[in-house]
């Protein structure tokens, strides 16, 4: 099994960027599946969740400016980030069941 995290980059302060997690040897509609983030010197913390129904749930640091979504048919799950700050500026990792993903660094310059 593999995740794979991927869409990071340098964007400016107030721009978008959509992160992709893609997995091969399992369905990832099967499972809920996690976004968290590590910034350089502090501790991970949880960002976005999307259930196996759809629901989904976000830390309040991100609400209205995150959103999560699942391509079923692609075996992907979507962060679609807008409004980005420079306190966003972090590795990015999804992970699923007891599986995860090499990270996407995401940078956000002010």
């Known amino acids: 099994v593999q995740l794979q995290a991927s869409g990071g980059g340098l964007v400016q302060s107030g721009g978008s960027l959509r992160l992709s997690c893609t997995a091969s040897?399992?369905?990832?509609?099967?499972?809920?599946l996690d976004w968290f983030r590590q910034a350089p010197g502090k501790q991970q913390e949880m960002v976005a969740v999307?259930?196996?129904?759809?629901?989904?749930n976000y830390a309040d640091f991100v609400k209205g400016r995150f959103t999560v979504s699942r391509d079923n048919a692609k075996n992907t799950v979507y962060l679609e980030m807008n409004e980005l700050k420079p306190e966003d500026t972090a590795v990015y990792y999804c992970?699923?069941?007891?599986?995860r993903g090499q990270g996407t660094l995401v940078t956000v310059s002010s």
């Open positions: 999307i259930w196996v129904g759809g629901r989904t």
């Open positions: 992970s699923a069941g007891p599986w």
């Open positions: 040897g399992i369905t990832l509609s099967n499972y809920a």
